[in-house]
């Protein structure tokens, strides 16, 4: 029999929140009753922001809700050992998304058996939203209202834009 009282963590990169991040904490929250958020701090990604920016901004957008959020190098497997979190949750949009989350999960399940996967569809208006698909619209002038919170959507274009600055390019003007 299982222990329904395992701590949870949701861990991710974050850049940026997204609505499909935050509707998947809420469901965590359902689920768990409390949640913990990890941002990974995972330079190979490229990330528009630093992990205490995206740390920050996960802490502004879950207010109010049960869950803590911190930052964490290394593998997730032994950041949920250090910090006793039994359950990874994982947001599942496609089939690619399965494929890649499945083969992670199989590879965390032989480093720690320990820690379970548990795996939750996107809602269906999240499906296809990814934080570079975002980055991507913004920053070709695209209208990101309908995929981040107000702030977080500012947050991005002014990075974007001041990227843009420092690289001595032009953009359209976009539209949040």
Known sequence: MGNASKRALYPGTFDP?????????????????KLAVAVAENASKDPVFTAEERVGMLRAE???LPVEVDSF??????YCRRRGYGVILRG???VSDFEFEF??????RALAGDVETVFVMAHEKYAYLSSRLI????ASGGDVGGFLTPGVARALRDRLEEM???AGGTRPPSKT
Do not use: P
Request: a positive charge; glycine letters at 12%.
């Open 135 to 138: 980055k991507e619209v913004l």
């Open 92 to 94: 599942l949009r496609t």
């Open 103 to 108: 083969q992670m999960a199989l590879t965390n």
């Open 62 to 64: 879950t207010k109010g």
């Open 164 to 166: 843009e600055r420092s």
């Open 17 to 33: 929140v997204t609505l499909g991040h935050l509707d998947l904490i809420r469901r965590g929250c359902d689920l768990f009753g």
């Open 73 to 78: 190098r290394g593998l997730v497997v032994d």
